[in-house]
Structure formats: C-alpha cells, structure tokens
C-alpha cells in the first residue's frame, strides 16, 4: 500500500452527501453526523471540492456509531445510484460491452475517489478488476471497501442483466463476523484475506453486450471524464499524465511514438517534458514492464516467452537481463522462490 500524505484528497463530496441522506433515514439527523468531522452540509452542496482523510475518518466511524451496523457499508453501496458516480458513472453504463466498462473505471475511478486505484490483470481463465488503496485508510477502510465492492457488483449486474454467479471477489481483510451481510447482496464466490480487493470474471463475460450501451452517450461522458482528468493530473505535469496512462492497462505498454499521440504531443516534445522531470520515457516503460513482469510470474501459469512478448520484448533473452536487473534473479528462478 502506498502511504500517502494525510491530507490528500480523498473521495468526490457527493458520496458525502449521498452518505447523510442515508443516515437521515435511518433517524440520525445531519448535524449530528457530521459533528467533529470539520464538515458542513451547506459547503458539502455548494463545493465540488474532494473531502481528505482527516474528514472521511471520523464521518464514517460516526456513521457506524450512530447506526449500531457493523455492515453499514454493504447497504450504502447498495443505495449509491449511477448518478452518484457522476460522468464515470454514466460512461460504465454506456459502455459497448463488460470489457469496455472496466477498461472506463481503471482509467476514470480516480475522478470519484483518488484514494483508490484501479487496475486490470489477467490469467490464463480471467480478467481481474482489482482496487487497491493509495493511502491508509484507517477505521473507514472497511466500510468504504464495502461499498465499492457492491458499488462494482451492482454496476456489473445492471449491465448485464442478471446475477453473476460465476465471478469470484476477493476482499483485503480477514472475514468479517456480519458476513452473511455478504451473501445476502452478493452472488458468486467470496474470499478474505487476500492482497487487494478483486473481482474475478471468465474472461467470456467480458465480451457480454451492455443492456445500457449508448454510442453517443458514452462519447459524451468521456470527454467529461477527460476534461477532469486532465484537470486532476495537472494539464503542465506530463510525468504525471504518462505515470496514469502506463497504470492498470491490460493491453501492452504503448510506444513512445503511440504516448505523444495519446498526450497531443510531438515525440520530441514528449521526451524534452519529461527530461525536464528528471527522467525519460524508457525509464517509465521500464517502471511498468516491472510492474506488469512480476504480476504475470506470480499470478499466471504464463511462460516467460510468452511474458515477455506481452511486454514488448523482441526477445526472451533483453526480457531476462532487464528482469535480473530489476530483482537480483531471473523469471524463472523468482516465480520457483513466490510459489514455495
């Protein structure tokens, strides 16, 4: 986990106030709520503004409190509505198809919650959408990975149409004593303990059709979503902009030439921005070559040949010495140790 400074902003207002609203149903009035949280309901309406840790904290352990419910997460999640996730919400449920829609939340869930990070990893039988915490989350990490995991769950079934028995979900933490909370909002195998959150899904569900599938409005909301992300990133900080778009992609690692084009820019521009940041385009390639090397030895049955075509290698053997550089071993010999 990547411990962050306890200031960063956290999560989009709007599940703030998504958040009292369900508490007022439950007969907890909003002043009481927020009380201690350094947070108002009149700002919370009028400001966009992301809410940091030193606020999320103690709201959700009040929430928790106030409510007596140890699952109090599962049930939030499950009265989140599409329109709560904003742009990003209305891209997933346009979307083509499953694939399309995950491929939208790695890119744009940050927009909604830059504490999270999303990504995309394969095997062999699956596509994993996994969600892993950017900074300590403290008391709230339970109850807010709760709710994105049926936040997740309940997108993918709208789309769909039905239940999906056939997908497995891993959860960060050790089974919790209210976990038939669980089973009755989830279908599909659940797991606890595991490294990070993941939903697991044959890879043939990906390619399922979304019911809610609009070119036009999916178009739409994208732009919105880029226009925000290039907001958040920093539209002068290309390092940053490179660093989110080698993240959590499935396909290979683009080449210098295909980067600039994505970013706008000429290559020489490219290389000349990021020299400025102290470093180079090959150095960042290599920074997601290790990344992605290192899943695919741990979690995958996939030979090393084969890896290192899915990185961009020419051949296995530039793939073996950039490997012994990167972890002191080769391929083989780090996925024997991982697997004792």
Known sequence: ?????????????????????????????????????????????DSGAAIGL???????????????????????????????????GYAAVASRDVRQALETIVRYGRLRGSALEFRLATDAAH??????????????????????????????????????EEM??????????????????????????ADCMELRLPHPLLDLPCLTADLQGYAAAVQECEKALVQLLGE?????????????????????????????????????????????????LDEGRKEQAQWYLQHTARSVESIAEALGYQDTSNFSRSFRRWFGVPPSAFRQRKNR
């Open 1 to 45: 986990m990547i411990h962050a400074h306890w200031l960063t902003p956290a999560f989009h207002p709007s599940y703030v106030r998504l958040l009292c609203v369900l508490m007022r149903r439950r007969g907890v009035t909003t002043a009481t709520l927020l009380e201690g949280t350094g947070l108002e309901w009149e700002r919370l309406v």
């Open 54 to 88: 030193p606020q999320i904290r103690p709201l959700v352990h009040a929430a928790l409190t106030l409510s007596g419910d140890p699952a109090l997460g599962l049930e939030f999640g499950a009265a989140i509505p599409v329109s709560g996730h904003g742009a990003v």
């Open 127 to 164: 596509t994993m959408l996994q969600v892993r915490e950017r900074i300590d989350l403290g008391v709230a990490r339970v109850p807010l990975m709760e709710t994105v995991l049926v936040v997740l769950v309940k997108l993918l079934e709208s789309l769909v149409g039905h239940a999906l």
């Open 168 to 193: 497995e979900c891993a959860l960060p933490y050790p089974r919790p004593p209210w976990v038939e909370s669980y089973r009755r909002r989830l279908s599909g195998r659940l797991a606890f303990g």
């Open 236 to 284: 002068g900080n290309v390092l940053q902009q490179v660093r989110a778009r080698l993240q959590g992609r499935s396909d290979a690692l683009p080449t210098c030439e295909a980067m600039a084009a994505e970013l706008h820019m000429s290559t020489r521009t490219l290389l000349r921005r990021l020299k400025q940041h102290g470093t180079s385009y090959q150095a960042l």
